[in-house]
């Protein structure tokens, strides 16, 4: 959920796929910068569509409680083949932010 989220994830040899099956959830993608942080975008999820992140895009997701969604992972994906980035302050304000907005 929002309060805790810390990072971003990235898979380096597979796509993730996400589906929204009830509910309220949010994709964030993002792309690193030239000063070393995030260009974030943030995605409502419409149910019963499929949205893909492609091998090397950074992302999570943030759902409300009770929320169902379906994850389509490839079983290569490891903790050898992916990374973890924390979040600075700034990106998390900003998420914050923009998740009451979608989610309101």
Known sequence: DLD???HLEIHHQTDEQFILISGKAILITAEITEDNGFDLKLTKLEPGVLYTVPVDGWFFTI???????MIIQDSGCTAENSEYRDLNEAELNLIRAQTRELFS
């Open 4 to 6: 805790g989220l810390k």
């Open 63 to 69: 759902l409300e409680k009770e929320t169902k969604m």
